[in-house]
């Protein structure tokens, strides 16, 4: 069964700096990967997808993520952090073998100090 | 955004009543989804849609039916709701199948006491 893995349930960082959020998978056939963001009281938002068309996709805000087959890994970055970039982030592989059902990470919740 | 909207957006419970939540779309999308979200477990699927009266248990769906008789509305009821059952509870819709990405509602606050 495929699986995501969020590694850090909560990054910190100042306004301005790099942001780096960590997503790992497990899937036996070509992925698709979701990176969706979550303000607080409100319900997902699609940031980016990956969808083999080009392993680098660049989504929403300024984020961008990129697919590496080799490390199984689908890395959210955004070079300068904004105060309104603090939510909760998650990513969501699909299950191809099951509807295209969506298997969501744990979830890492975004600080930005100023 | 997506025109999809849950109700209620919040309720609470007592322990053993029965809870229905509805989510409406606009959108005319094939495919509708019913998660639970809680802490430190993402979002985890409870039941699926992919066409009227045709739905699949999910991964949490045990306490948990859905119906499906029109297009654009899919309901999730709680049959006799236990204090496990407190979550926010999100519905989404896609167009697609493997590819397509999913669209959220606002999510309802369900509180069983």
């Known amino acids: 069964a495929q699986s995501v893995t969020q590694l850090g349930s909560h990054v910190s960082v100042s306004e301005g700096a790099l942001v780096l959020l960590r997503c790992n998978y497990s899937?036996?056939?070509?992925?698709?990967l979701f990176w969706y963001v979550q303000y607080p009281n409100q319900g997902l938002q699609l940031l980016l997808k990956?969808?083999?068309?080009?392993?680098l996709v660049k989504g929403i805000n300024d984020f961008e993520a990129e697919f590496k087959k080799s490390e199984t890994s689908f890395h959210l970055t955004k070079p300068s952090a904004h105060m309104s970039d603090a939510a909760e982030y998650f990513c969501?592989?699909?299950?191809?073998?099951?509807?295209?059902?969506?298997?969501f990470g744990q979830g890492t919740e975004l600080s930005v100090k100023p | 955004d997506a025109g999809i909207t849950q109700s209620p957006r919040h309720k609470v419970t007592e322990t053993g009543t029965p809870v229905t939540l509805r989510c409406h779309q606009t959108?005319?999308?094939?495919?509708m989804y019913w998660y639970r979200q809680d802490p430190g477990h993402g979002l985890r699927l409870i039941h699926y849609?992919?066409?009227?009266?045709?739905?699949d248990k999910g991964e949490v769906s045990d306490g948990y039916s859905v119906s499906r008789s029109k297009t654009e509305d899919f309901l999730l009821t709680l049959e006799s709701a236990t204090s496990s059952q407190t979550s926010v509870y999100f519905c989404?819709?896609?167009?697609?199948?493997?590819?397509?990405?999913?669209?959220f509602g606002p999510g309802t606050r369900l509180t069983v006491t």
């Open positions: 989404a819709i896609s167009a697609g199948f493997f590819m397509g990405e999913q669209y």
């Open positions: 959108e005319n999308h094939r495919y």
């Open positions: 899937s036996s056939v070509p992925p698709y």
């Open positions: 969501a592989v699909s299950d191809n073998n099951q509807g295209g059902k969506l298997i």
């Open positions: 990956y969808t083999s068309a080009a392993t």
């Open positions: 849609s992919y066409g009227v009266k045709d739905t």
